[in-house]
Every structure is written in C-alpha cells, then in structure tokens.
C-alpha cells in the first residue's frame, strides 16, 4: 500500500471511520460522493484563496490538505493509489493552476478512485513545481498534526465541510520549514 494511503487509513482507524478492505473495488454512495466533492471542493477553495493572496505556505497547506481528503476517498474504496500522470507545466500563469485544480475535483464527480487519485497526484506536482515545497514533510506534518487532533478530542474532518473548513483553518501546523526556497 502506497505510504500516504497507509497514514489516511490509520486516520480513519483512529476515527473507527468506517473503510473497505483493500482490493474490493467498492464504489462510493452516491451521497459519499456528494461528500467528498463538497470536501474537495472546499480544500480546492482555499487553494486558490491562497494562491489569490500570494501565500506559499497557505498554497502548500491547501494542496495537502486537498491530497488527504482525495487519499480518503481512496482509502474509503478499499482501492490503491494510482500513478497518474499531469500535464501540467509552469508557464507563469495562476490561471492554468486554478482550471487544472478545478478540471481535476470536477472529474471526482464520478467517484472512481483513479480520478481521486489524479488529485492527489496534481498537488504533489503542484507542490513541488509551482509552490517548490517538500509534499512529503508537508505531509507527514499535517498528518500527525491530525491524528493528534483525533486521538486528543476525536475530531474528524470529514464530518462535513463546514466543520472541515473550520478545522483546517485553526490548527494547520506551520509548513514554512517544509518550501525550499
């Protein structure tokens, strides 16, 4: 199992959220999908909010937080990760960012795992090539952060997307350690 997957599965362990066991190919409900969407749709939001306002480490939160809530759709399929590839190249415009991060979430309207792991997928290359950060200790930091805040006080972030919105805004840890620049 892909080691990301792994940290959003011991996620929802912790949360006793339900999962699938891995290779069932389970599809979503139509309303875990509405869920999911309302949830990437809001991490994409504040993607975008992020970049409006020129704060890299708030883009970086943002595309991390919008990979964990595609691993857990993923995750909550009982499927793996996909490698999937993106054609995006930096060519100095936000707005290629804005409509290939917006295109993405649009197609997890579906709710086929590949097109969840596609997202997840995008945020590492747009970590890496447009905000140049480190996705993985990025990651890693937002997870225990996370699993602290659920072992603590059994806060979920996948209530709904309000609570979600709110959660994420409070207790993001500081990522500037993670940009290389």
Same mark, same amino acid.
């Given at each position: 199992m892909h080691e990301?997957?792994?940290? #959003?599965?011991? %996620? $929802?362990? &912790?949360? =006793? %959220?339900?999962?699938t066991a891995p290779d069932s190919n389970r599809r979503l409900s139509d309303m875990e999908i509405v869920n999911y969407q309302a949830l990437l749709?809001?991490? *994409? =939001?504040?993607?975008l909010t992020a970049i409006k306002a020129g704060e890299m480490v708030e883009i970086l939160a943002g595309l991390v937080n919008l990979a964990? #809530?595609? @691993? &857990? &759709?993923? &995750?909550?399929q009982g499927a793996?990760? +996909?490698d999937k590839p993106v054609a995006w190249q930096q060519d100095g415009y936000v707005l290629s960012v804005m409509k290939i991060i917006s295109d993405n979430i649009n197609h997890c309207t579906s709710g086929h795992s590949d097109n969840y792991s596609a997202?997840?997928?995008?945020? +590492? $290359? @747009? /970590?890496? *090539?447009?905000?140049? =950060?480190?996705?993985d200790k990025a990651?890693?930091? +937002?997870?225990?952060?996370? +699993?602290s805040r659920v072992t603590?006080? *059994?806060?979920?972030?996948?209530?709904? =997307?309000?609570?979600f919105r709110q959660l994420k805004l409070q207790? /993001?840890?500081?990522?500037s350690e993670c940009l290389y620049e």
């Open positions: 990301h997957l792994k940290s #959003v599965s011991a %996620f $929802h362990v &912790a949360l =006793a %959220f339900p999962h749709m809001e991490a *994409g =939001a504040d993607v964990y #809530v595609a @691993l &857990a &759709a993923v &995750a909550r793996e990760v +996909i997202v997840y997928c995008l945020c +590492i $290359h @747009l /970590t890496r *090539g447009f905000v140049n =950060a480190d996705f990651f890693q930091m +937002i997870h225990a952060n996370t +699993i603590t006080s *059994g806060e979920s972030l996948y209530s709904d =997307a309000e609570h207790k /993001t840890p500081d990522l």
